[in-house]
């Protein structure tokens, strides 16, 4: 799956753990969902804020969206396999990441650069196949 916004002609870098643990910490200040979004967007293109925030709306809300749905599934998702039914706050998120670094070893960057899908897949024991992540992330999983 293609998890890459364009702006004026620029693909962003992949959806990842990164932005996903930015837009967690945002979340815990933020007033309203599309914050969370801006923290996104400026994460995946690497620009700041006023950068992103000066842009005209109709340029960016496509962007906020889905970002925002792209956050939303990754929570569902861990909510879901976990049985846990409650929505993954901001801190739960931090734990979480500081308790794999623990107990595997792996490097924080080697975990910002994964998607959220498999990193919660690995958290919650599903079984993930070679078909499921590409090769150069492969040993990661086991794979």
């Not at 996903?20 to 815990?28: E, I, L, N, Q, W």
């Not at 709306?57 to 792209?70: N, Q, R, S, V």
């Amino acid at each position: 799956m293609n998890r890459r916004l364009m702006l004026d002609g620029v693909e962003s870098r992949t959806f990842d753990m990164r932005c996903f643990r930015v837009m967690a910490a945002a979340g815990k200040d933020a007033a309203y969902e599309y914050d969370v979004a801006l923290a996104g967007v400026c994460d995946l293109f690497e620009r700041d804020e006023a950068d992103i925030y000066n842009l005209p709306t109709d340029t960016t809300f496509p962007l906020y969206t889905k970002i925002i749905d792209w956050m939303q599934d990754a929570i569902k998702s861990f909510n879901q396999k976990s049985g846990g039914g409650k929505l993954l706050k901001g801190d739960q998120m931090t734990m979480l990441y500081a308790n794999l670094l623990r107990s595997h070893g792996i490097l924080p960057d080697e975990i910002d650069r994964q998607d959220p899908a498999w990193f919660f897949a690995v958290v919650t024991e599903e079984h993930l196949s070679e078909d499921d992540i590409p090769a150069e992330m492969g040993m990661y999983y086991g794979l």
